[in-house]
């Protein structure tokens, strides 16, 4: 589930735009939430560096046992990203915000969110 950013040379707006899948992303011509806009340019979207010995200071999210996935820290992660950037990320986002806060794991929504789009999770 890509997010990706884009400049409007129209209206001079960075903007995210949420996909369902990397095959979306790719086939599809995004166009500009703010003009309607379809020049949209990819930008690098920002990052954060980590260390491999300070994770939870750096990140703020401590990181998890071998194997387990802090799926309330993701959540967190993904809203305050999502109030950082100003872009609306849409109700699939807060979607999947919300079921990581209630404990499902990442793999578990991308299968059914995967199976409501008639995909599977099997690569070619």
């Not at 799926?71 to 992660?77: D, E, I, K, Q, W």
């Amino acid at each position: 589930m890509p997010i990706y950013e884009y400049h409007c040379p129209k209206c001079l707006k960075d903007v995210s735009i949420f996909f369902l899948t990397v095959s979306e992303a790719g086939g599809k011509k995004p166009s500009c939430p703010e003009c309607g806009s379809r020049k949209l340019g990819r930008v690098m979207s920002n990052i954060s560096p980590v260390s491999k010995t300070d994770d939870a200071k750096v990140t703020g999210v401590p990181k998890a046992g071998a194997g387990a996935e802090d799926t309330a820290s993701l959540a967190r992660v993904m809203r305050e990203s999502s109030r950082k950037s100003k872009g609306g990320y849409g109700e699939q986002f807060r979607e999947v915000a919300g079921r990581l806060e209630k404990g499902e794991s990442s793999v578990s929504i991308e299968k059914k969110l995967r199976k409501r789009v008639g995909e599977t999770m099997e690569t070619h």
